[in-house]
């Protein structure tokens, strides 16, 4: 049998398991989410969602995985009683992975697909927001484009699993997240240079009743907090579970979901401090949406002094969080068909990316040749792709995960805290477990029940 591939070093650890963490819900959805819910509100209250939610279903994620050492269905069966089916939620984990690179993928595409316009000086004649806001849908019409670029990601993404655990993913994710992490760095010190930027600090920064009222009301605000903190682990999919089953025991699993959802936090709150003063500074509003990061924020880029190199930086950045996440989750494909179908990872590597070459282009279809497609609610195939994800997988995932390790018909609480507390750092307190058993159920499900309201 194929010894288990384990991480060089746990900087690798953390840098890879934050990797699949940060992405597009930080970068893409939590500015917007953020500028359309109040910004300092619903930034509170977010934090407090992800120590409270976030990193307690994160732990046992990781304790599944490393207590296991096998990817999710192989992991549920080494753990669980015997003649119970747990297990049958790793499958629902492997089709949720290979649900959420469907659209991931495209999405991803776009970031690569504008880096590559402000590097080449594309956007030189665009002079008004409404040739702008052309390029975007310019872009969403040709089918040809947006496959291209999503087939890069794809093929890229695979190139980097193949090389394995340390030379393949480890080793890319470690440069990358370091290059990410300048980037943040000084776009986030322009960003706060700009003329007026203080006022776009006291959005984002100052929570405000009034605001959470104009937004909707606190419910709305706090609903949408609870919802975020989930979307940006990738949680409920086992996405993280792959890599406890590479960590170490040097460590606890509290004191590495702490690390990882600081360097998640890291980004999503450098990414709002370089849009927001951004826009407060060029007078844009910033609760627009999606169309924030594709058609505001380049017409703010465009209107400043060097816009071509802070656009080009901006979407290197992005295209860096964003694939950070594909390889992440292509890793846990990889495996997924290594333990479970004993192939070898060259030959999980060939089939995954020609399946998610494939799977991938109904969402790009979705935007020119099949347009027409709507669900009764109005819902594209990108948006019904991502409801599954979110709003089922993700949080209906997470419960079961948190039952698995909290129920006696389960891995019991005892087996999970055992393991989580394995090595130095932060452990989890006995005294825990009433809030695990009956109050973090509970907020989970108000999750999957607003998610399908």
């Known amino acids: 049998m ?11 650890f953390l840098l890879v398991s934050a990797g699949c963490a940060i992405g597009i819900g930080n970068v893409w959805k939590f500015p917007f989410i953020t500028g359309q819910y109040g910004g300092g509100i619903f930034v509170l209250f977010y934090l407090i969602f992800l120590v409270i939610m976030g990193m307690p279903v994160l732990s046992m994620e990781l304790a599944v995985g490393r207590a296991s050492r096998k990817s999710a269905v192989l992991g549920y069966q080494a753990l669980e009683p015997a003649g119970s089916w747990w297990h049958i939620h790793g499958y629902f984990c492997m089709a949720g992975c290979y649900l959420l690179m469907m659209y991931y993928t495209t999405v991803s595409g776009w970031m690569l697909d504008y880096f590559w316009k402000f590097l080449t000086g594309q956007f030189a004649g665009a002079v008004s927001g409404d040739d702008i806001a052309a390029v975007f849908t310019g872009m969403l019409g040709n089918p040809v ?7 890069i990601t794809v093929v890229l993404g695979f190139l980097v699993v193949g090389g394995g655990v340390q030379k393949g993913l480890e080793r890319v994710t470690k440069g990358m997240m370091i290059g990410l992490i ?61 890599f406890g089953s590479y960590m170490s025991r040097e460590h606890t699993l509290a004191g590495e979901a702490l690390s990882i ?32 990061i594709f058609i505001t924020l380049p017409n703010v880029f465009l209107h400043m002094a060097g816009g071509r190199l802070w656009g080009t930086l901006f979407f290197l950045f992005m295209t860096f969080a964003s694939f950070s996440t ?23 590597v060939a089939v995954n990316m020609i399946v998610m070459l494939a799977a991938s282009l109904p969402c790009v279809f979705g935007y020119n040749i099949w347009s027409g497609f709507h669900t009764p609610g109005g819902r ?69 029940i607003t998610g399908l309201i």
């Not at 959802?261 to 999606?290: E, H, K, N």
């Not at 005892?414 to 695990?436: D, H, M, Q, V």
């Open 2 to 12: 194929q010894e288990r591939e384990n991480f060089g070093s746990r900087l690798g």
């Open 145 to 151: 484009e947006m496959t291209v670029f999503m087939a």
């Open 182 to 242: 300048l980037l943040i760095l000084v776009l986030v010190v322009h960003s706060l240079t700009l003329p007026g930027a203080g006022e776009g600090l006291k959005f984002y920064l100052m929570p405000s009743l009034t605001r959470a009222e104009e937004a909707g009301g606190i419910g709305q605000v706090i609903t949408a907090a609870m919802n975020q903190a989930f979307f940006t682990l990738s949680l409920g999919v086992a996405a993280m579970e792959i």
């Open 261 to 292: 959802c600081g360097l998640d936090t890291f980004v999503a709150i450098c990414a709002g401090l370089i849009i927001f003063p951004a826009c407060f500074s060029y007078g844009v509003r910033p609760d627009q949406g999606p169309a924030l």
């Open 326 to 348: 594909v390889t992440a989750v292509f890793e846990n494909l990889t495996a997924g068909c290594m333990d479970n179908l004993h192939w070898s990872r060259s030959k999980s």
């Open 380 to 448: 594209d195939i990108l948006d019904l792709e991502d409801f599954v994800v979110s709003s089922l997988l993700l949080p209906g995932g997470s419960l079961v995960f948190l039952l698995f390790c909290t129920s006696r018909k389960g891995w019991g609480f005892e087996n999970y805290r055992k393991e989580a507390n394995t090595g130095k750092g932060l452990k989890i307190s006995a005294w825990l477990l009433p809030y695990f058993r009956f109050v973090l159920p509970v907020l989970i499900l108000i999750i999957l």
